[in-house]
């Protein structure tokens, strides 16, 4: 588990501390650790604070920054998978 911590911190530590678009409240490291079969949520954090459910829901699926206004849709976010099925077809 080391070794994913580690690259978590990283992300986290690298997210929104390059000048790239954006305000501080789209830019960052959002983080929600789920069971990889049930899909069960089991912890949601934005830059390393804690946050419920609900605001884990409003920030994975808004389209555009309330604050700012940037166009989040195209977002590519990178996904650390651990056990379980490595893609949801299960290939």
């Known amino acids: ?6 690259r978590l911190k990283r992300l ?4 929104g501390s390059d000048g790239g ?3 501080p409240r789209c830019r960052g490291t959002l983080v929600s ?6 899909g069960e949520l089991h912890r949601a954090s934005w830059n390393g604070d804690e ?4 605001e884990l829901d409003e920030r994975s ?7 700012c206004g940037r166009d989040m849709s195209g977002d590519v976010s990178p ?7 490595r893609r949801p077809d299960g290939a």
């Open 1 to 6: 588990m080391a070794a994913v911590e580690q």
């Open 12 to 15: 986290e530590e690298s997210g």
């Open 21 to 23: 678009d954006g305000c």
């Open 33 to 38: 650790i789920r069971d990889a079969v049930s």
């Open 51 to 54: 946050i419920s459910p609900q």
């Open 61 to 67: 699926t808004e389209e555009r920054c309330p604050r």
């Open 79 to 85: 996904v650390i998978t651990i056990g379980g099925r």
